[in-house]
């Protein structure tokens, strides 16, 4: 990196420059004599404390008590409990401040949301956490998306949640960075094998088996099987799961290599309409929507010490990625529409090709609920099947591989007369992708899934739309690289204060090419794009004692656009997510600006406690912007948003009880003015458009969060346990400017998410060392709930036909019924299962 390159970096910030380059040298003094034959440095015995990793990489940890941040952390005990069926469930169960969406209605394909920033697998949701195991982060290339199904459960061994824009963690770290550290034979000796049967037939299989022996080889593998029918119409999944570690380990070096294969099918039928949730909580309000991923990870890491107080640690990944969609939708293009009764020129197309028993007249939605003869004459006239088909069905197909390295060193000493540890480091990734999509038109079926018809939104097939040709292809190709250079320096002045400066510094390149439309210009999506960030961050710990610490840090973190915002970020050429992208004028990358501060501290050994206040201010956020055709919008930058909460949390040991409490109050608002298009908000104007101002709510957050566990162990033999989450109410998407009244004819539905309160209940029967027995109730108390919310214009009406133009009777036919869609939450489940153990 050049020192015009790094002096641009930090231009206007020329503090942050001096501390930058002054951490740089002064890492690079201290390694240097930590190699020499006289070394003046003398070496830091940490205590024996809870120890959190400074960056993904191992080797650079430092006592939690002395980093400026409410890391929260899980371990053996809390991720082994069979309570939760995979990672986002135990997450959402244990840590303050997060809160699942189930958007998709599938328990491995919620959005993860933690103070009001999103891990998510669905593309063209804004991402703000990322997510790491062993180093490698998990972030897929293309829409920055977590597959939570292609991570293995019973692999994992502790986590940490780091909140902020921590720089160390990388792009994508805007609200917080997951670490997830997964097992190894030296620690996890044994074999163990679990299974489970529980509601709508889920069935669950697991095994493990670890090991080592006197030269310092380990080994450890882990595999298991899931599958249930869904409790939802028509969503089964299956997920499969493959893990395995061999590695070699002596006094000084640890080097390891992993493998990991998953096979997933899920089904995720997503978001009902209001009222057909009220006349059926399971029903779906089209189907299928399945989503296939087939997955490999390999990755070498290793960490040596070269001297006592000096250590080097690194990796190299691989992984590659395979993912399908197949998504039975309608389409919103007819609802405006005549689509009932087929014209003369369509009828005598349907008996020429050998149809009969089409109506001839009089065709409407009163006698016809599930209109499809229209759709079929047109298809075989080609005239406007685009329009006069009520049903799509979009596939697409994406492939990644992405692979990088990252290595580093910590150097452990004196710096000045105090104590010093200094870690810097480098790291690449590339990746490349193709995406590939298209839309077949057909009708919609009473059972609500679609049947498909030879015309496709190809440009050719489909016919026209509004006088252009229907097309919503996509067959995209891209490449993005990234180069990173992190130092972060600690501090401590006689174990009371403890100073940290960290920053670093990510260099991105991202490359798009059309196979549809090459070569630049209007609709095409070529591409090449760079963009480059020094992201710094500044902390200070305070010790007083064992019992009382303080905290207080500032931190910068940034996000590049991806594939799928570069490619449809033109006003001129809006597109429909997932169904479309178009051209590329450039994006800004989002930047966050977060401050925390906070006490903690314990009561005796076994009461700990923690309060803390946060601020976030989202600089260029991307968010999806509305524009004049119905449904469609682009990605633009969107100013500034801000997230701002308090954090209180608490855990004891009181006898044979184990309590737990966290308290979240989080306060998500828009900073800048912005329209949106919201037609299916009350208060939209004329072209279907809204007005955000600054202060009005981000939807999906709720004010309030507040989760407690209780734990019983009644004997050595028995323990149960009871947990509660609650949520206060949340805004939905499409009325961001929270004005949205339902008037019961043209608008349904509340536009905002009730809060809610959901208990459940666990036991566990130890009857031998070996053999154990388990049992889980979520949801004890059968609440219907919903997780989140969404406006928008509905195709059917109360009784559940499709329905048209549903207001032609009085001469309207553009007018369409706005409601309110849900996420509902799931019902009461039940599962139990048996877990033998041998060698442990």
């Not at 529980?198 to 069935?203: E, F, K, L, T, Y």
């Amino acid at each position: 990196m050049s020192n015009e390159t790094f002096r641009g970096a930090l231009g206007e910030q020329p503090n942050l420059r001096r501390a930058a380059i002054a951490i740089l040298v002064g890492g690079i003094f201290q390694a240097s004599h930590a190699q020499g034959a006289d070394n003046p440095l003398q070496v830091i015995s940490l205590p024996s404390v809870e120890v959190v990793g400074t960056t993904p990489l191992p080797g650079g940890s430092l006592p939690k008590e002395h980093i400026a941040a409410n890391v929260q952390s899980l371990g053996r005990e809390a991720i082994e409990d069979p309570s939760s069926a995979n990672l986002p469930d135990l997450i959402n169960r244990r840590l303050g401040s997060v809160i699942v969406n189930e958007i998709q209605g599938n328990p491995f394909q919620p959005d993860v949301s933690y103070r009001g920033f999103t891990a998510s697998p669905l593309l063209g949701t804004p991402q703000g956490l990322s997510i790491y195991m062993d180093g490698v982060r998990l972030n897929q290339p293309f829409g920055d998306v977590v597959s939570w199904d292609l991570i293995p459960r019973s692999a994992i061994a502790s986590l940490n949640l780091m909140p902020g824009s921590n720089p160390l963690f990388g792009l994508n770290t805007l609200g917080g960075a997951l670490s997830i550290q997964t097992k190894d034979g030296f620690n996890n000796p044994g074999s163990a094998v679990q299974a489970l049967y529980g509601s709508n037939n889920r069935q669950a299989l697991e095994f493990e088996h670890g090991g080592h022996n006197d030269h310092g080889l380990h080994w450890f593998v882990t595999g298991n099987g899931f599958k249930e029918d869904g409790w939802r119409e028509d969503s089964p999944s299956r997920v499969g799961q493959l893990f395995g570690k061999f590695g070699w380990m002596d006094a000084k070096t640890d080097i390891s290599l992993t493998a990991a294969v998953a096979n997933t099918k899920l089904t995720g039928n997503g978001l009902q309409e209001q009222r057909l949730m009220e006349r059926d909580y399971s029903s779906v309000y089209t189907k299928p929507d399945e989503t296939g991923n087939r997955s490999l990870f390999l990755n070498l890491s290793g960490k040596h010490n070269l001297k006592d107080d000096l250590i080097v640690s690194g990796n190299a990944y691989y992984r590659k990625i395979k993912t399908s969609t197949y998504n039975g939708d309608i389409n919103e293009g007819s609802l405006d529409q005549s689509v009932y009764q087929p014209s003369a020129g369509e009828r005598a197309a349907l008996a020429a090709a050998g149809y009969s028993g089409f109506p001839t007249s009089g065709a409407n939605a009163s006698n016809t609920p599930f209109p499809f003869w229209r759709c079929i004459g047109n298809v075989l006239v080609n005239d406007e099947p685009g329009e006069k088909c009520n049903g799509l069905i979009n596939r697409t197909e994406t492939s990644q591989e992405n692979y990088g390295w990252t290595g580093q060193f910590t150097a452990f000493g004196k710096l000045g007369g105090l104590k010093n540890q200094f870690t810097g480091g480098a790291g690449f990734d590339a990746s490349k992708m193709h995406f590939q999509q298209t839309s077949q038109l057909g009708y919609l079926n009473p059972d609500r899934s679609i049947t498909g018809l030879n015309a496709y939104a190809d440009g050719v097939t489909g016919g026209n739309v509004d006088g252009a040709p229907f097309d919503n292809r996509v067959d995209l190709n891209g490449k993005s690289r990234t180069w990173s250079l992190f130092a972060t320096d600690t501090i401590s002045i006689k174990d009371l204060i403890h100073v940290t400066l960290s920053g670093r510094y990510n260099q991105t390149t991202v490359e798009n090419r059309d196979n549809i439309t090459p070569g630049g210009g209007s609709g095409s999506l070529d591409g090449d794009h760079r963009f480059s960030r020094f992201n710094p961050a500044i902390g200070v710990a305070v010790t007083p004692s064992d019992s009382l610490n303080f905290y207080a840090g500032y931190n910068e973190g940034s996000r590049t656009p991806t594939a799928i915002e570069l490619g449809c970020a033109d006003p001129a050429n809006p597109c429909k997510l997932p169904n479309a992208m178009a051209g590329d004028p450039p994006l800004k990358q989002v930047v966050t600006k977060t401050f925390e501060t906070g006490f903690r501290g314990a009561i005796g050994s076994k009461t700990h406690w923690n309060v803390g206040v946060f601020r976030a201010e989202n600089h260029d956020d991307i968010l999806f912007v509305g524009s004049n055709a119905s449904g469609f919008g682009y990605f633009k930058n969107f100013g500034q948003t801000r997230r701002q909460g308090i954090e209180i949390g608490a855990d004891t040991q009181v006898g044979d009880f184990s309590l737990s409490a966290n308290y979240t109050y989080q306060d998500a608002t828009f900073q800048s003015n912005e329209t949106l298009l919201a037609e299916a908000n009350s208060s939209a104007d004329a072209n279907g458009n809204i007005a955000i101002q600054p202060g009005n709510r981000m939807p999906l957050i709720p004010h309030h969060i507040i989760k407690a566990h209780a734990d019983w162990r009644i004997n050595s033999a028995w323990s149960v346990g009871m947990g509660m989450l609650a949520s206060s109410s949340s805004l939905a998407r499409g009325n961001e400017n929270g004005q949205h009244q339902a008037d019961g004819t043209y608008f349904v539905g509340s536009g905002k998410s009730a809060g809610y309160t959901v208990f459940d209940l666990s036991g566990k029967y130890r009857a031998t060392k070996q053999l154990s027995f388990f049992a889980q109730v979520n949801n004890l108390f059968d609440r219907k709930y919903t997780t989140a919310a969404q406006l928008g214009a509905t195709g059917f009406t109360a009784s559940g036909n499709f329905i048209a133009r549903p207001f032609s009777s009085i001469g309207d036919n553009t007018t369409l019924v706005g409601s309110t869609f849900y996420a509902p939450g799931a019902p009461r489940t039940i599962w139990a299962g048996v877990r033998y153990e041998f060698g442990k």
